[in-house]
């Protein structure tokens, strides 16, 4: 299972950016995804995931009622729009996927499958 993100580049206090991840090499609609975010002198963290279906999604505290993570199984794309964005918000940004048939908290306890970064920064 191979993961591709992109959408990341430089934005504005308070503007908007949507990121994609396109998934290959699995059946799509089989995999929770989410997104994951590594900022300068941080460890990685969790930002969202989307349980196979798209039925269920969850959120890290501090991007809830900002972000919005969803998925689009006909192009076997993930994506996570990022509204009201925040210098604290620049990070490099990762999709992840759990193990096939694996239920949502898997993307976070335990994701199988990592995507190549992409860079949003937040500009004041």
């Known amino acids: 299972v191979q993961l591709q993100a992109s959408g990341g580049g430089l934005v504005q206090v308070g503007g908007s950016r949507r990121l994609s991840c396109v998934v290959s090499g699995g059946t799509f609609s089989s995999y929770a995804l989410g997104w994951f975010r590594r900022s300068p002198g941080k460890e990685r963290e969790f930002v969202a995931a989307i349980s196979w279906s798209g039925g269920s999604t969850t959120y890290e505290d501090s991007v809830k009622g900002r972000f919005t993570v969803s998925r689009d199984n006909a192009k076997n794309t993930v994506y996570l729009q990022m509204n009201s964005l925040q210098p604290e918000d620049t990070a490099v940004y990762y999709c992840?996927?759990?193990?096939?048939?694996?239920?949502?908290?898997?993307?976070?306890?335990?994701?199988?499958?990592w995507g190549q970064g992409t860079q949003v920064t937040v500009s004041s």
């Open positions: 992840a996927a759990a193990a096939e048939d694996m239920p949502i908290v898997d993307v976070f306890r335990r994701p199988a499958y």
